[in-house]
């Protein structure tokens, strides 16, 4: 069984960087195909894609916030970290991290962290 | 991006009665390898998003069999073929063919 959970900052102040940290077990990020991504959810609204980082170091990000975002992985902690920088009011959402298999995304998900920017 | 519009967006339904939600994309969803991409996901009040159907039909493990996925290049349809209360909250449609993956509007499932 597959676990992942975010954790981080629940209040960020504007301009500020934003680090979240996604801890993962049942799984592997050196095991060929997989890869673990970032979505978030404003309140009452979609979700939308972040950022993907595979399991040979390969990464996406959404061309919207690809200034904003970095991605990296340590395999020996089973760990994934994304920060994004300038952080504005309307970056306030839920962020989840899941996991992915090749081109299946999304199988697994974390329970959520909810970030709130705000002075 | 790819653009993922949903409709309905609000449907009130009865229990025990089958209930559709279509999904429509910009662009077609099929890959390189010749698979679609298209993916069914249900969000209850207060919980992470749970994946329900890969790749348009396919139910992931544990998803009960009344859920069901069809359609091909750029229309897809998510049923439900008897409604139960379990089923209450909102269902979101996303393509990961192309990067960035995009989701649907959501559609907000609730009882009559």
């Known amino acids: 069984q597959s676990t992942l959970k975010e954790s981080g900052p629940t209040l960020v102040k504007p301009t500020q960087t934003l680090t979240l940290t996604c801890t993962f077990s049942g799984f592997s990020l050196s095991t060929g195909g997989v890869s673990v991504g970032w979505i978030r959810q404003p309140p009452g609204k979609a979700l939308e894609w972040l950022a993907l980082?595979?399991?040979?170091?390969?990464?996406r990000y959404s061309p919207s916030l690809k200034s904003r975002l970095t991605i990296t992985k340590d395999t020996s902690k089973d760990q994934v970290v994304l920060t994004m920088t300038n952080m504005d009011p309307v970056d306030t959402a839920t962020y989840y991290c899941?996991?992915?298999?090749?081109?299946?995304?999304?199988?697994?998900w974390g329970q959520g962290t909810l970030v709130t920017v705000s002075s | 991006d790819v653009v993922m519009t949903q409709s309905p967006l609000s449907l009130p339904v009865t229990l025990g009665q089958p209930a559709s939600i279509s999904c429509r994309s910009s662009q077609s969803l099929v890959y390189s390898d010749g698979d679609t991409y298209l993916n069914w996901f249900q969000q209850r009040p207060g919980q992470s998003p749970r994946r329900l159907i890969y790749k348009v039909s396919n139910r992931d493990s544990g998803v009960p069999d009344r859920f069901s996925g069809s359609g091909s290049g750029t229309d897809f349809t998510l049923t439900i073929s008897r409604v139960e209360a379990e089923d209450v909250g909102v269902y979101y449609c996303?393509?990961?063919?192309?990067?960035?993956?995009?989701f649907g509007q959501g559609t907000k499932v609730e009882l009559k």
């Open positions: 980082i595979y399991w040979d170091d390969d990464k």
């Open positions: 996303m393509q990961g063919t192309h990067w960035p993956g995009t």
């Open positions: 899941v996991r992915n298999w090749w081109q299946q995304l999304a199988d697994y």
